[in-house]
């Protein structure tokens, strides 16, 4: 498709071959990334990253790029999304329009 259209904070938005057209502003949905290690211990900052990098060598960054950029455009302003990136599995989630106090699961199954 070439062409898509999205209501975001009750304003009409239209995403044209790379070029966003808008008639108003509106606010991006807030998403993050939760790297999980097979403890169970969840990694949310980049220095927490930093120190297990090696173990997440085969997450495709690009493609968690694209999926932030497309993520933020369906999540709720009120709301956040969680990539949880699983050491144990090698699996990645996506936790869509969820409130503040959501904690992802600890283990991907």
Same mark, same amino acid.
């Given at each position: 498709?070439? %062409? $898509?259209?999205? @209501?975001?904070?009750?304003? $009409?938005?239209? /995403?044209?071959?790379?070029?966003? @057209?808008?008639?108003?502003? #509106?606010?991006?949905?807030?998403?993050?990334? /939760?790297?999980?290690?097979?403890?169970? *211990?969840? @990694?949310?900052?980049?220095?927490? $990253?930093? !120190?297990?990098?090696?173990? #997440?060598?085969?997450?495709? %960054?690009?493609? @968690? +790029?694209?999926?932030?950029?497309? /993520?933020? /455009? +369906?999540? *709720?302003? !009120? %709301?956040?999304?969680?990539?949880?990136?699983?050491?144990?599995?090698?699996?990645? %989630?996506?936790?869509?329009?969820?409130?503040? $106090? #959501?904690?992802?699961?600890?283990?991907?199954?």
């Amino acid at each position: 498709m070439d %062409k $898509y259209s999205a @209501i975001l904070d009750c304003h $009409y938005v239209f /995403l044209a071959t790379n070029h966003w @057209i808008s008639t108003m502003s #509106f606010s991006y949905g807030n998403v993050n990334t /939760l790297h999980i290690l097979k403890t169970g *211990e969840v @990694i949310s900052s980049h220095d927490q $990253y930093q !120190h297990v990098e090696d173990r #997440f060598t085969w997450v495709d %960054k690009p493609a @968690i +790029i694209s999926r932030i950029l497309r /993520l933020r /455009l +369906i999540t *709720e302003s !009120h %709301k956040r999304t969680i990539i949880a990136i699983y050491e144990d599995g090698q699996v990645i %989630k996506e936790y869509v329009n969820v409130d503040d $106090y #959501f904690t992802p699961l600890l283990h991907a199954y």
